[in-house]
């Protein structure tokens, strides 16, 4: 979903980190309220004022939606859901979750926590502006309160809608869960839900340019196809984890791995290794003891006429949380670790001993198969991608 993050601070334990996107609606927002949004509902202000409106409440949606998100945080840290940060991008913002709920009760707090927070804050916001102008407060002060108030109240409406992956639709989510004892078929009615509702948004985004309004009207089209996208691809995670949580490495993994003699000069190791086998990574073994793994990346960082001078254990990565997996570590945990550290191969190790290798084409086979036989959804199921930087 997301393209080039900047973290720029932790707040209670959690990462804030914003998309480059971000900076398309701060431009938008601001653009906006200084050049049409104030100047229409505050007549006759400098123009410098208007600006400074516009920052103001720019750097105030900035704070409310980290704040909406992170109520949403703290509700899943709660529950026990590991979380991995908030980011915000074009469309908004979102609390990064490593899994799925543990229990339809903690779907629906946590889905409820955000808009509850944008309602509260939108009376805020509205209570201070109210109070400002009868103390007789600057309008610049004031006009920026009163539309925090106004459109936090929109967007907590909004994120109501039962569209998953909105609130709404996860309250909608919760809601089936519970009744139905089933989360995947939960998962799916509400995906179902999130691809109308943008289908709806599209709909009325070309009525809007249909009316004339060019900026309105693309706008919607964009926020609807987007939550249609969205919406899909939330319930292709539920069935990847669905049908890979619990599966041991070791059922997959290869058990024959191909290794490299760490005395090899890497002339050889590309010669008869690489261009023999294809791998990207391979295991370095010497007298039976496993030293850690050589890359295309490594080779790469050595000069080509050195090729044939440098031996592989020179350059050897030694083994490390981002090169090597337990057998008996769960394939979804697997996958998450891969498309983290963008790894297409991972060495399997125990008590010290390399005991296999575990390749990402060799897990999203079997993803795909158990798709196939157990739910019959995998021609449906766009499969997780992972750009390795070997």
Not at 176 to 202: E, P, Y
Not at 217 to 238: D, E, H, K, T
Request: aromatic share 10%; proline share 5%; with cysteine.
């Amino acid at each position: 979903m997301f393209g080039k993050r900047i973290t720029l601070f932790k707040l209670l334990g959690f990462s804030v980190r914003i998309d480059m996107s971000w900076l398309i609606i701060l431009a938008i927002v601001v653009w906006s309220l200084a050049g049409s949004v104030f100047p229409e509902e505050y007549e006759g202000l400098h123009w410098s004022l208007y600006v400074a409106m516009g920052l103001g409440g720019a750097i105030g949606l900035f704070l409310s939606i980290v704040l909406h998100e992170l109520s949403h945080s703290l509700v899943a840290r709660r529950y026990g859901l590991p979380m991995k940060g908030i980011t915000l991008f074009l469309f908004g913002g979102v609390a990064e979750m490593t899994d799925e709920p543990p229990s339809p009760k903690a779907e629906f707090f946590m889905a409820i926590a955000g808009p509850a927070f944008s309602f509260v804050f939108a009376a805020v916001c509205i209570g201070i502006s109210v109070l400002g102008r009868a103390q007789g407060w600057p309008v610049v002060v004031t006009g920026i309160f009163q539309w925090l108030g106004l459109i936090n109240a929109i967007l907590a409406v909004f994120n109501l809608v039962p569209g998953f992956p909105l609130d709404g639709g996860r309250v909608l989510r919760s809601i089936l869960w519970r009744v139905k004892k089933d989360f995947r078929a939960a998962s799916r009615i509400a995906a179902q839900s999130g691809r109308i509702v943008g289908m709806i948004l599209i709909g009325l985004g070309f009525l809007s340019l249909l009316f004339g309004n060019a900026f309105g009207g693309l706008w919607w089209i964009l926020i609807g196809l987007f939550l249609r996208w969205a919406a899909q691809q939330s319930y292709q995670q539920v069935l990847v984890r669905e049908a890979l949580r619990g599966e041991p490495v070791r059922r997959f993994m290869s058990k024959e791995p191909v290794t490299a003699p760490a005395s090899v000069s890497i002339q050889e190791l590309v010669e008869d290794y690489i261009y023999e086998y294809h791998h990207k990574m391979f295991p370095v073994v010497e007298d039976g003891r496993l030293l850690g793994c050589i890359t295309t990346r490594h080779v790469k960082n050595v000069p080509r006429d050195m090729w044939a001078q440098r031996q592989v254990g020179e350059v050897v990565s030694p083994c490390s949380d981002e090169n090597t997996i337990a057998p008996n570590e769960d394939a979804m945990k697997v996958l998450s670790r891969m498309h983290e550290t963008r790894s297409g191969r991972l060495m399997v190790v125990e008590d010290d001993k390399l005991v296999g290798i575990l390749a990402l084409k060799d897990l999203l086979k079997f993803l795909a198969l158990k798709l196939e036989l157990e739910s019959g959804e995998a021609g449906s199921v766009r499969l997780p991608h992972v750009s390795p930087r070997q």
